[in-house]
């Protein structure tokens, strides 16, 4: 049988061990990926830590896989074949049969499976994932740089594109972290006047050259009304996992302006009725995207040279990387290469 690598997870809030593992075989509706890099992402937390019940350790964590397909199951439609370069994220799958797959709305499906979570992930040397959960990666585009779109990358550009914003509104990124540095490119490639909310004056000069217009400070400024100031913002971006300071833009929405929020938090948004009926203003969570979001938001980034800014480590350094990304010390995003 033939062996492969792999960094597991034992059991909640066990250490992370890399082990030899024997290599996994596609069943009917499976292919097997040979991971050419693998995201390391603050929602790996929720295998390291236990957070979600029932999963089955051990488990090989990882939810944005980039690699090559090296072995088919039965049943798989004509176009994954042998060699075919191809990504797995946060969407790992959908069952067909909830509500919500049934009214085409796969994303949050009931049952949905996420990479790492529900099945082994990609901290591997090869990963086996449903055909559904595949998005084909353009030819131009590296492995460790299609990585994290496959995540925080498909996050933001999904959000964005579906916010209802138009070409010259005002979009403001709340955050220039390992999601709103991407969501910054994503909103002046798609023609917006960007705002980049952030912490501190050091990162005005990265935000502008990312793409942004006008850079607003957070430790020193009233956001609502330096956002005002520009206008009102038609949407914000909301990518930090910080409820009290996404509650500070509100008030700098324009007129029918909306708060999309894809950091996750467990602390609460506070909003009267009255800012948002005052101004017919809204707010709305966004979660990942598909299979087919992941494959736009990576031929997007292909055609406008959208790329992340990343730091690699060999599969091996999970821990250190892991460690990396969890304790901030990792402005952006931290990828695993196989060398593979």
Aim: hydrophobic fraction near 40%; glycine fraction near 12%.
């Amino acid at each position: 049988m033939t062996k492969m690598r792999a960094v597991q997870i034992p059991r909640a809030k066990g250490a992370f061990e890399l082990v030899e593992r024997d290599m996994p075989e596609p069943r009917t509706g499976e292919v097997r990926v040979r991971v050419q890099a693998c995201g390391v992402c603050r929602s790996d937390s929720i295998t390291q830590e236990g957070l979600f019940p029932g999963i089955r350790y051990p488990m090989v964590p990882g939810h944005e896989i980039a690699g090559v397909i090296d072995a088919v199951g039965p049943n798989v439609p004509q176009q994954w074949t042998v060699g075919r370069r191809v990504g797995v994220g946060w969407f790992g799958g959908h069952c067909g049969y909830c509500e919500p797959c049934r009214r085409d709305d796969m994303m949050d499906c009931r049952n949905l499976k996420i990479p790492g979570i529900s099945y082994d992930g990609g901290y591997a040397e090869a990963m086996i994932a449903p055909f559904d959960a595949l998005a084909s990666i353009p030819d131009d585009l590296k492995a460790e740089d299609a990585a994290p779109l496959l995540c925080a990358g498909v996050t933001t550009y999904n959000a964005l594109r579906r916010s209802g914003a138009l070409p010259g509104d005002l979009v403001a990124i709340l955050g220039v972290g390992g999601l709103g540095h991407l969501g910054v490119q994503f909103a002046a490639r798609m023609g917006f006047r960007v705002a980049a909310i952030g912490r501190g004056r050091g990162t005005a000069g990265m935000a502008r050259e990312l793409g942004a217009h006008a850079y607003i400070d957070s430790e020193t400024q009233n956001i609502a009304e330096a956002l005002q100031a520009l206008g009102g913002a038609s949407v914000v971006l909301a990518t930090v996992p910080n409820g009290p300071l996404m509650s500070k833009v509100i008030d700098g929405l324009a007129v029918r302006g909306k708060l999309v929020v894809v950091g996750v938090s467990a602390e609460p948004i506070e909003v009267t009725p009255l800012q948002l009926i005052g101004a017919s203003r809204t707010i709305s969570g966004h979660a990942s995207g598909t299979s087919q979001d992941s494959e736009d938001a990576m031929r997007f980034s292909s055609q406008a040279r959208v790329r992340p800014m990343i730091e690699t480590m060999p599969l091996e350094r999970a821990a250190e990387a892991y460690d990396r990304m969890m304790s901030g010390k990792a402005q952006f995003r931290m990828v695993l290469v196989t060398g593979r």
